[in-house]
């Protein structure tokens, strides 16, 4: 009993320390004493974690696989388009199901006003997969894309002039109603823009560059 009870003991503070430990024990019998090891190592996941907090390095992976894919955003679009109809009204680049994966995302606003969400293969624009979702602003992007001469499809390829676009999205708030688009350079710097709903034009995000601004200021604070 106690032999287990230390060794559940030097077990936990090697989990918490973080590090890797090796606790030996005896028994009280009169034979003499037996030795038994219980080596407790950090997980994959705890390995991961020290990564990301050491470089960023998960952020630097995401930046180079965006900028490596094969299918753009646009021609991811329409891949989705092919396989689900209706209307496009967001693109992502993203990890599949919190997976070392990575896939266009495309959501679809069907004619009976169903949400799909289309995953495609980033390498050959091939549809992988399905799903409906349940979104509660329906009313909101449908109004929004009312008299709207510029589809998602339209919008990622007048981006693609800024970068690699790795995302797009309708963005149906406030007043100036406008596609986003979110870009990538090679060397991983990330950019914002509007793109007009009506004429195409492109321009930089001030709203999110202010919001970037702000946040310096507070951490300077």
Do not use: C, Y
């Not at 936990?12 to 037996?34: E, M, N, R």
């Not at 950090?42 to 696989?65: C, F, H, I, T, Y």
């Not at 998602?152 to 690699?164: L, M, S």
Request: glycine share 10%; hydrophobic share 35%; proline share 0%.
């Amino acid at each position: 009993m106690k032999r287990n009870i230390v060794i559940a003991a030097v077990t936990a503070a090697a989990l918490i320390g973080g590090g890797t430990a090796t606790a030996l024990a005896t028994t009280g019998d009169d034979q003499g004493s037996a030795r038994q090891a219980a080596t407790t190592q950090l997980s994959n996941d705890d390995v991961r974690d020290d990564q990301d907090d050491d470089g960023g390095r998960d952020d630097r992976d995401d930046a180079e696989k965006a900028v490596s894919a094969d299918v753009t955003a646009s021609e991811a679009i329409a891949s989705a388009l092919k396989h689900t109809s209706g209307t496009a009204v967001s693109a992502e680049l993203d990890d599949e199901d919190d997976s070392a994966k990575v896939v266009w995302k495309v959501d679809v606003l069907s004619g009976d006003n169903t949400w799909h969400s289309v995953s495609v293969d980033p390498a050959g624009g091939k549809v992988l997969g399905a799903h409906t979702d349940d979104e509660d602003d329906t009313t909101q992007v449908r109004a929004a894309l009312k008299g709207s001469s510029v589809t998602a499809e339209e919008a990622a390829k007048a981006a693609a002039g800024k970068g690699v676009v790795t995302s797009v999205g309708l963005d149906e708030d406030g007043k100036d109603k406008s596609w986003e688009a979110e870009t990538r350079t090679s060397g991983g710097a990330e950019q914002d823009w509007k793109v007009d709903l009506t004429s195409g034009k492109v321009t930089a995000d001030r709203s999110d560059a202010q919001d970037d601004d702000a946040d310096d200021a507070d951490d300077q604070d």
